[in-house]
């Protein structure tokens, strides 16, 4: 059974990001660490309990989320602005938790389906519908015995979205349940409980323009980098500073983006900060954030003006594949393959990733291009039931694997922060049969094309990409020359538009693909480059051109 191809989405110009974060390390002295550890604990173990109550009151909005109450009630054991910051962070906990049921209730209903419709279908065959059965019955029984399992967790997933009480978990769920297994997960106890301990510290305080340097909670003073943050009332007794403030011994200092930073403060414009602890590095660190300026991002014509280019990137589980288009969709240049190693720690992980990307940018730049084109990749459908359409065995385990490591929503995140900083627009395509069409029509012209490279699949991919963000097909027009790696700029035959060309050199060659038009049957003596001219052409200066009407009427010949 032939399968219908599925419609295509259009392209679309990524947004801007909507907001920056950037960091700095907080050199402290022992005393300044034992004043941040009790006000986090603090604030921390009330913003707990604020979050329970959250949970407890269930699905609600507006006022019926007793927000007022409960702020008047954290204001009395901190203060007014910490008391508002701990019931935003609750709030945005619940919702996102909410969400998170929603996505796990999606994910499990579609595994369920596909479950079904693979046991309806008959063992080693195919169903009327084209849907594969299971290889035999053991495999069968398994599958029903999964399908099962899904089920009792969706009864779960709803039970827990009907009454709006997700389960949420201060410090994150994984580290919790490495306390069962300490011996597996080798940290000792005192280990385990400083990462547990540091993770649950509560110290975020939210901007708010018009405050003294966009934050009054904690303060960065501009002038000599220092730090000071506002004591809770049970604390006040450890202020060093006036107005219950402490001022810690330290400054801090911003490397990446502090003129952003700086520009804000000065106006007085919303910072938040947040002050991290890393206890297997001992190392303490404030975060800055804020909100970015809305800004519209150029629609497609824009981009696609005349003399642009773009770089189309394909992304894969160990390497990027990019290649340089011109507008009309050609590639110029050689395809370029940037190794991309995504194994270690995700601190390391995430580094790779980021210097990927720049030097995705460097090629950008060099290459004159106004944008990046990727792929709208989220496998959310093949993360969901990869089990049963991502192959069987070892095979498919070891493709499942690949596929779940690959890093699609932070590449394309970090791609649209860093390329917006530099100038650059990311234009999101629609993945569908890029591979497998650009791996029926570009590898070999690619390679025709590179002296240098080893053209693979992915090149052709990465030309598809491109191709498909700048509104062309993916496949090539028959009757299409290549360019010659000596005549780049060599006019492709069948060609919409005519190009004017100088008497005296040569027409381009015709192919099978470019029919004549009519007209004139043979060329004529002009339309010839002449390398090797008559003797009665070189008494007459070289003359190459066409003789005119008046010529021929001179000479007794009708035109």
Not at 64 to 81: C, G, H, I, N, P
Not at 161 to 173: D, E, K, N, Y
């Amino acid at each position: 059974m032939k399968r219908e191809l599925r419609a295509l989405a259009a392209p679309f110009v990524v947004a801007a990001p909507s907001g920056a974060r950037i960091r700095g390390r907080l050199r402290l002295s022992p005393a300044d660490e034992k004043v941040l550890r009790l006000v986090g604990e603090h604030v921390g173990r009330h913003q707990r309990a604020d979050l329970a109550e959250r949970v407890r009151i269930g699905r609600a909005s507006g006022k019926d989320t007793q927000r007022a109450e409960r702020k008047k009630k954290l204001t009395a054991v901190s203060s007014a602005r910490w008391a508002g910051a701990m019931t935003r962070v609750s709030e945005d906990q619940f919702q996102l938790s909410m969400r998170c049921l929603y996505d796990e209730r999606a994910g499990l209903r579609q595994a369920i389906r596909v479950i079904g419709r693979r046991l309806a279908a008959p063992c080693g065959k195919r169903s009327s519908h084209g849907v594969r059965g299971y290889a035999d019955q053991n495999e069968r029984a398994l599958k029903q015995r999964r399908g099962q399992a899904l089920e009792a967790r969706l009864a779960v997933v709803e039970q827990k979205i009907a009454v709006g009480r997700p389960s949420i978990t201060v410090g994150g769920r994984r580290l919790a349940r490495v306390r069962h297994h300490l011996a597996e997960a080798q940290p000792t106890d005192a280990e385990w409980r400083q990462r547990w301990e540091a993770e649950r510290l509560f110290l975020t305080a939210d901007g708010e323009s018009g405050a003294p340097h966009g934050n009054y909670t904690i303060t960065v003073d501009p002038a000599d980098d220092a730090v000071s943050l506002v004591l809770p009332e049970p604390l006040r007794h450890l202020a060093n500073a006036p107005r219950g403030r402490y001022r810690l011994g330290c400054g801090v200092a911003f490397q990446h983006r502090c003129g952003e930073w700086l520009d804000r403060v000065t106006a007085h414009r919303a910072v938040r900060y947040d002050i991290t602890c890393d206890p297997a590095r001992d190392r303490w660190y404030l975060d800055a954030s804020w909100a970015a300026d809305t800004a519209e991002p150029p629609n497609l014509d824009e981009v696609k003006a005349p003399g642009a280019r773009l770089l189309g990137v394909d992304l894969n589980a160990d390497h990027l594949a990019a290649c340089v288009l011109d507008r009309h969709g050609n590639p110029v240049g050689e395809p370029v393959t940037i190794p991309l190693d995504l194994t270690g720690p995700a601190a390391t992980r995430d580094g790779r990733l980021r210097a990927a990307i720049s030097r995705l940018i460097v090629l950008a730049h060099e290459h004159g291009c106004v944008g990046i084109a990727i792929e709208d990749l989220g496998f959310a459908d093949a993360r969901a039931s990869g089990r049963e359409t991502m192959g069987r065995g070892r095979r498919g385990k070891t493709f499942r694997r690949t596929v779940s490591s690959m890093p699609t929503g932070r590449f394309r995140e970090r791609l649209r922060g860093m390329a917006y900083q530099r100038g650059l627009v990311v234009i999101a395509v629609d993945p569908a049969y890029t591979s497998r069409w650009s791996g029926q029509h570009w590898p070999r012209p690619l390679q025709d094309q590179s002296r240098k490279t080893t053209v693979t699949r992915h090149h052709g991919a990465s030309v598809a990409i491109g191709r498909r963000a700048l509104g062309h097909g993916i496949r090539r027009r028959p009757g299409v020359t290549a360019h010659h790696w000596r005549m780049v700029e060599r006019r492709a035959t069948g060609q919409a538009v005519s190009l004017p060309r100088a008497c005296g050199t040569a027409s381009p060659p015709r192919t099978a693909g470019s029919p004549t038009t009519g007209g004139k049957t043979r060329p004529r003596r002009g339309d010839q480059l002449v390398l090797f001219p008559d003797p009665q052409d070189r008494l007459e200066g070289h003359r190459t051109t066409c003789p005119d009407c008046g010529e021929l009427v001179s000479a007794g010949q009708q035109p």
